[in-house]
């Protein structure tokens, strides 16, 4: 048993890893078997067919950043230390899976729709994780307005793919910094507004 599921770990790997580069419809069982040192059609042992492979890879991956998340934060006693610990989490996620960023940005689309909807579904969770704790951080933020800010970040974030053609060396710090600033001067823009609209009154 346990073979076979690091045999399935394996094809998930290979595959997220030519996905990325080739797309999913650039990519056939025959080229994936080829990559493994296998027959194409001996991946049917494992999964039944390149659809499976896709949905699994894109569900697995969500489900992780949604357990991943609400470990992390457990972990912590304040909504800072959260927010913290949030941001470094995608953050490694982002440094050490960019070809599953790449996949799910271009072939989510192509999943069956049950596993699409599902998705869809954990990342509305996975958001919502974040939400809750710049919420509680910024109680005047409307969670529409979190909600777009963290949106935001972590398109910041997922863009690690391509950014990582800079060569930055301290990747992970600026990153996080980056995202830090941005969902703090987010969450102080309406402050500056309401207190623009009181200095009006005023006068």
Not at 115 to 136: D, F, H, I, K, P
Request: charged share 30%.
């Amino acid at each position: 048993m346990a073979a076979r599921r690091d045999r399935r770990e394996e094809i998930l790997g290979t595959a997220a890893r030519l996905f990325s580069v080739s797309g999913f419809h650039g990519v056939s069982i025959d080229d994936l078997g080829a990559e493994l040192g296998i027959s194409g059609p001996a991946i049917y042992r494992y999964f039944p067919g390149k659809d499976a492979i896709l949905a699994d890879m894109l569900v697995d991956v969500s489900r992780r950043l949604l357990d991943g998340s609400t470990r992390r934060i457990a972990q912590e006693d304040t909504a800072v230390d959260q927010l913290d610990a949030l941001l470094r989490f995608h953050v490694d996620f982002a440094l050490d899976e960019p070809e599953l960023i790449a996949v799910h940005f271009r072939d989510l689309g192509s999943a069956p729709d049950r596993e699409r909807r599902l998705v869809r579904q954990l990342q509305r969770s996975y958001v919502g994780v974040w939400v809750e704790v710049l919420q509680r951080m910024h109680p005047q933020v409307s969670r529409e307005r979190a909600t777009s800010s963290v949106q935001a970040v972590l398109g910041l974030l997922n863009s690690t793919p391509y950014s990582l053609r800079a060569g930055e060396p301290r990747m992970a710090d600026l990153l996080h910094d980056m995202a830090w600033a941005a969902l703090e001067a987010a969450c102080a823009e309406p402050a500056r507004e309401r207190s623009l609209a009181s200095t009006k009154e005023r006068a």
